[in-house]
């Protein structure tokens, strides 16, 4: 029975081993991403500052960004309708033009 017990506890060292070995690998994973947070955290603050809203509060930020988003995409409607216009423009003089020229002239 001796040979037994001397297995199972060998058995439970390697595997002792091997949580401690998870466990530091969970413990320089948690680090680095408390690191990543930081680092994250740290560019969202001068990013803030650059754009001078660190001293608003936050509802405050997210408030004026939604306006200028808001605002941008307005500015992106309106390119497009006058691009639209432009081209159903175009169309139009073309037909005009091939009309003027006799172009539904039946021979």
């Known amino acids: 029975m ?3 017990l001397r297995s199972r506890v060998v058995a439970l060292e390697h ?3 091997d949580t401690e070995r998870r466990l530091a690998g969970i413990e320089q994973w948690r680090q680095q991403s ?5 680092r994250k955290d ?8 650059k754009f001078g809203l660190m ?5 405050t930020v997210d408030t004026s ?19 639209i216009g432009a081209a159903l423009s175009a169309m139009v003089a073309g037909v005009v033009a091939f009309m003027m020229k006799g172009g539904f002239r039946v021979p």
């Open 15 to 17: 595997k002792a081993s």
């Open 34 to 38: 408390d690191l990543t947070d930081a």
């Open 65 to 83: 960004l939604n306006k200028k988003m808001d605002e941008l995409g307005g500015n992106i409607r309106w390119l497009g309708k006058i691009v």
């Open 55 to 59: 001293d608003r509060k936050i509802d």
């Open 42 to 49: 740290e560019q969202w603050k001068n990013l803030l500052e």
């Open 2 to 4: 001796e040979p037994d």
